[in-house]
């Protein structure tokens, strides 16, 4: 029987259980219905479990009481990652129990930035299969190896090649880190079955030396494939998981740069999906700009952003930016005039040499040269400051200290309040560190970072930080998507979806200068997410059969609760 009739099984008085078609060894090995040591006496009875595991029953308190001691004896975060991963990959109920109760501390060792070094190390702490790995090899057999999965019901795939993931660029198949965690939080965030989650790995080689060299590496052995092979290659992947999972949204994540705008163009509109460092990272960050815009006062037509960092995430803030502006009533022209990007080679103007394509459209044009710079040569970040008149200015460069005080004192000229957000992770590896920013604007600056980072005094108050991650985004971008059976995922979603993250958080808060929720309430922005997102759904789209009254109702009947129910065999 498949996991996704589980749920909705009820007894004469309308209690829930579940039916169970295994029995003994199976069933303790199995990830999704393992109890481990809360079967009763009776269910080691039915479920011939007797003498299989220790006598003394224990509840689900009991267990993440012992959990949680096991977690605390590791030593290092990469060693309380592969404690979090086993348990996973034995007992899914026990696990996310023990993420909700302890989220705050426990994300970052799920998530960034311990994933990071997770994914480095991914061949050396292999302990067991999870998701599925493509290559150019078995590309042809994906759904003769679907046949295999024990849900035939998946409604989230997260994918990735491994070779756009920040600070680390080709980690090969060790990428598959970053799928499994991001379904965590889909997990976590909008109470998406585990059962339903599919992280999907495209190995098709590394350019990495030091993992070809390895002799424990996991993955292809050779160089990426590239260009045209790798093109066919992703064609047959998409049409396949088409006819494969029907009914599932895609989410690409960390492709490279070039590709990552190529394959959203292209496949957008051909199989449901969205690419969270593109779309995910612009509505976060936005969410952040418009409460910061509440504690100023001030309307966002009237601020001039600056985005060091044109990868998929600043190129990606800078095409929702632009929305933005456009939805407010400016011209593309003077939305453009508004909005500066930086990468490693300096000021992004029109008229630079081999240009990227996917940069094209958010060059700037090469008369601000003459505008901010006092120079005949490039402009740099000071001097687009203090030209352009920047108010908001946003790091995703990947570059410890790019943002002096110098900068700060720049901003502090052009805006009473700045916004700055350094957004590279780790934190203590960003652009700036929000302590830094505190000192240089006399308190004045209103930040965010990319992950969490510690609290810290000034004007001997405490001070919270709050994170702009794309965990507040995606989960309910994913379910609102999932219950609308979306074809297309557009970018008006998003734009509301950022508008209903900026809502999440309180006066009490802004007032203090945080504009992002606390990570504790992770789950209540996902389905305050998807509730607003399904509002616009219903009114864009009359033929929706989705009343807007039913909605609180429906999401809940979507939402997986991680405690353990009785079982019955069947």
């Known amino acids: 029987m498949s996991i996704e009739k589980y749920q909705k099984w009820r007894d004469h008085k309308g209690r829930p259980f579940t039916p169970v078609a295994i029995d003994g060894l199976e069933l303790v090995s199995d990830r999704t219905l393992n109890k481990g040591t809360a079967f009763t006496k009776e269910e080691r009875e039915e479920m011939h479990l007797t003498g299989l595991i220790p006598p003394n029953y224990q509840t689900l308190e009991d267990q993440k009481i012992r959990v949680y001691e096991g977690y605390n004896a590791a030593k290092t975060d990469i060693d309380r990652y592969i404690y979090l991963r086993s348990l996973q990959d034995r007992n899914e109920t026990l696990y996310y129990s023990l993420l909700e109760e302890h989220i705050e501390e426990m994300l970052p060792i799920i998530y960034i930035p311990t994933v990071v070094t997770a994914c480095k190390q991914f061949s050396h702490h292999y302990q067991r299969a999870r998701g599925l790995y493509i290559t150019n090899e078995n590309v042809d057999h994906i759904l003769d190896m679907t046949h295999h999965f024990p849900s035939r019901n998946v409604q989230i795939i997260v994918v990735t090649d491994s070779q756009g993931i920040l600070g680390m660029h080709d980690t090969g198949v060790g990428g598959m880190a970053i799928p499994i965690a991001k379904l965590s939080l889909y997990t976590l965030g909008s109470g998406i079955h585990p059962s339903f989650c599919l992280p999907i790995a495209i190995d098709i080689g590394t350019d990495n030396e030091e993992l070809l060299a390895d002799p424990l590496y996991l993955g292809v052995g050779h160089k990426r494939i590239k260009g045209e092979e790798y093109d066919k290659f992703l064609e047959k992947f998409v049409n396949s998981i088409r006819l494969a999972f029907p009914k599932a949204i895609l989410q690409w994540e960390d492709f490279a740069n070039h590709r990552a705008f190529k394959m959203f163009e292209k496949y957008r509109d051909v199989i449901p999906s969205f690419n969270d460092d593109i779309q995910g990272t612009g509505a976060v960050v936005l969410a952040g700009i ?17 985005i060091c960092g044109a990868g998929s995430g600043g190129v990606g803030l800078a095409r929702q930016l632009l929305i933005e502006l456009m939805n407010k009533g400016l011209s593309r022209d003077e939305a453009l005039a508004k909005i500066c990007l930086f990468d490693s080679k300096g000021c992004i103007l029109s008229n630079r040499e081999e240009l990227d394509e996917y940069k094209k459209p958010y060059a700037s044009d090469p ?11 490039m402009p740099t970040l000071l001097d687009v400051i203090e030209g352009s008149k920047t108010t908001v200015l ?3 460069s990947g570059q410890k200290g790019v943002f002096a005080q110098e900068h700060v004192t720049a901003m502090l000229k052009n805006t009473d309040r700045p916004v700055i957000f350094p957004l590279t992770n780790p934190a203590v590896e960003s652009e700036a560190l929000p302590e830094d920013l505190y000192k240089w604007s006399e308190g004045k600056a209103i930040v965010a970072s990319g992950s969490m980072s510690p609290e810290f005094e000034y004007n001997n108050e405490k001070r919270h930080i709050g994170v702009a991650s794309n965990s507040f985004i995606f989960p309910g971008v994913g379910l609102a998507s999932l219950i609308a059976n979306s074809r297309v995922i557009s970018d008006e979603t998003f734009t509301t979806a950022a508008y209903a993250l900026a809502d999440c958080v309180g006066k009490s808060d802004l007032d203090e200068g945080i504009i992002y929720p606390r990570v504790r309430d992770l789950q209540k922005v996902g389905l305050r997410t998807s509730t607003e997102i399904l509002k616009f759904l219903i009114k864009s789209n009359p033929d929706l059969r989705i009343r807007e009254e039913n909605l609180h109702d429906i999401l809940q009947s979507k939402v997986w609760k991680p405690v353990y129910h009785p079982y019955r065999r069947v």
């Open 394 to 396: 946003i790091g995703m």
């Open 290 to 306: 418009l409460n910061a815009l509440k504690i100023k006062e001030e309307s966002f037509e009237k601020q001039h952003f600056t």
């Open 367 to 377: 008369s601000l040269v003459k505008k901010v710079s006092s120079a005949d040569g």
